[in-house]
């Protein structure tokens, strides 16, 4: 790596903000200088119990006492209520065209890979903008530009999110936010464009419901411990993008593009967005995460130098790994609807996906919205029979029911069910979860 280039670990996003906080306070008194944004979620969650054999030849001391082969399932099976996140976001207006913005996240609990070893306190966002951004249907009244660095969500991600967990096609490639350099245009006659170099999210895996689950922890690690049987199991684990641990310029880098166009009528009832996108780098021999020993990126997909696990790994043919995608955005009224294709080159290994939401929002006293999504993951290859995760290669299909209630402006209850469905040697097999989720916010400017 070259020294000069930027590498920031996350912990050290976190020693920036008392920095930022002094500067806020020794900043003259402006109207509307500093918006945050306070929110914590409560969730009662019930998991069915899933479990599926893997082929690997684990050793007798790899495996819990009295088993003979070993299983991937459900992370954390039956009813349990939890707090999964506290959570500060804000606005920063420096001047009128500098902004800076930030989300500090505390036990994020449904982001955290492994679960149990992951960061507990975790900066999501931290980015500088010089100029307007702006959303997907938002049409500007003049044309503008901007630029931004640091830490920020990807620009093909739905904004507008009204359930608390994810379909198995955002998950898989645009859930986290990446760190890095981003540009774009928007005109006022609705055409927009977006560059990105960043860092580059590592390829890992997780599971498709709320907890990602426990792969790589130390508690797996032998020797020196024996039979390992956690409280955590590794879950029914699919390939994402995984979160960025640092800020790193210098090594496989990932080039994005996106361009776009969007229509609003005149009475603003109707809008449109459309966006398509391309992003490409090349896969690292490894990527190191926290809280596992496991790596990402190609270390994932090749366990060939292994001791005892010759030859054991999936069909890749090169290093590349593309992605190509269209989203559609359009609310009428009341009514918003949200959907994306992707397909992806993951060193010759590929994917494609769908994904439409559909919600509608009753303006009763106590607002009402149903929403329900279909997402369907298809992976065209196949793995060695004895590759430890062979929920790598199934095709995915989910459809999640949702029913928002809003008590007020900072009080909503979100009842989801998600009926999950992985494809096994010919046949679907559900692996499905409620999930309640009580969210409070509460904002204030200065």
């Known amino acids: 790596m070259n020294k000069n280039t930027p590498r920031l670990h996350q912990y050290n996003h976190l020693k920036c903000l008392p920095l930022l906080l002094t500067a806020w ?44 082969s070993a299983f991937i399932e459900t992370v954390d099976e039956g009813g349990h209520a939890e707090i999964s996140l506290i959570s500060a976001a804000g606005k920063w207006q420096l001047a009128d065209a500098v902004q800076l913005q930030f989300k500090l996240d505390a036990i994020d609990l449904y982001d955290r890979n492994p679960t149990s070893g992951d960061h507990k306190i975790d900066v999501d966002a931290l980015f500088l903008r010089y100029g307007d951004a702006f959303g997907a249907t938002r049409l500007p009244t003049r044309n503008s530009a901007y630029a931004q660095i640091g830490k920020f969500k990807k620009f093909e991600q739905q904004r507008e999110r009204r359930t608390e967990s994810y379909g198995v096609v955002s998950t898989a490639f645009n859930r986290l936010e990446d760190s890095g350099i981003e540009a774009g245009f928007d005109l006022a006659s609705g055409f927009y464009g977006r560059l990105s170099y960043t860092t580059g999210n590592p390829v890992f895996i997780r599971d498709a419901h709320a907890l990602a689950g426990d792969n790589g922890t130390e508690e797996f690690r032998v020797p020196p ?26 090594s496989n880098p990932e080039l994005g593009i996106g361009l776009g166009y969007r229509f609003n009528s005149a009475d603003q009832k109707h809008r449109l967005g459309l966006l398509a996108y391309h992003y490409e780098r090349d896969l690292a021999k490894t990527r190191k995460l926290n809280g596992t020993f496991y790596g990402g990126d190609l270390d994932l997909l090749d366990l060939s130098d292994v001791p005892g696990a010759e030859g054991i790994r999936l069909p890749t043919t090169s290093t590349q790994k593309t992605e190509s995608g269209i989203n559609a955005w359009y609310y009428m009224g009341d009514f918003a609807l949200f959907s994306q294709y992707v397909k992806q080159d993951l060193a010759g290994l590929d994917r494609d996906g769908f994904e439409v939401e559909a919600s509608y929002v009753f303006n009763t006293p106590i607002a009402i919205t149903p929403v329900i999504r279909y997402s369907k993951l298809s992976n065209d290859f196949a793995g060695h029979p004895a590759f430890p995760t062979p929920s790598l290669t199934w095709d995915w299909r989910k459809i999640d029911y949702a029913l928002n209630v809003d008590f007020s402006d900072r009080l909503r209850l979100i009842i989801e069910y998600a009926d999950n469905q992985v494809e096994r040697a010919g046949r679907w097999e559900d692996h499905d979860e409620w999930l309640l989720t009580l969210r409070w916010q509460m904002g204030f400017k200065r």
């Not at 500093?34 to 082929?55: C, H, I, M, W």
């Not at 411990?225 to 310029?249: H, Q, R, T």
């Open 25 to 68: 306070c020794a900043t003259p008194a402006l109207s509307e200088t500093l918006d945050v944004q306070l929110e914590v979620k409560a969730n009662y969650r019930y998991s069915d119990q899933t479990r599926f054999p893997t082929g690997f030849p684990f050793s007798p001391i790899q495996l819990p006492v009295g088993a003979e």
């Open 225 to 250: 411990n024996s039979n390992p049987d956690p409280e955590l199991k590794s879950g029914i684990v699919m390939l994402y993008d995984a979160e960025v641990e640092d800020f790193d310029l210098s």
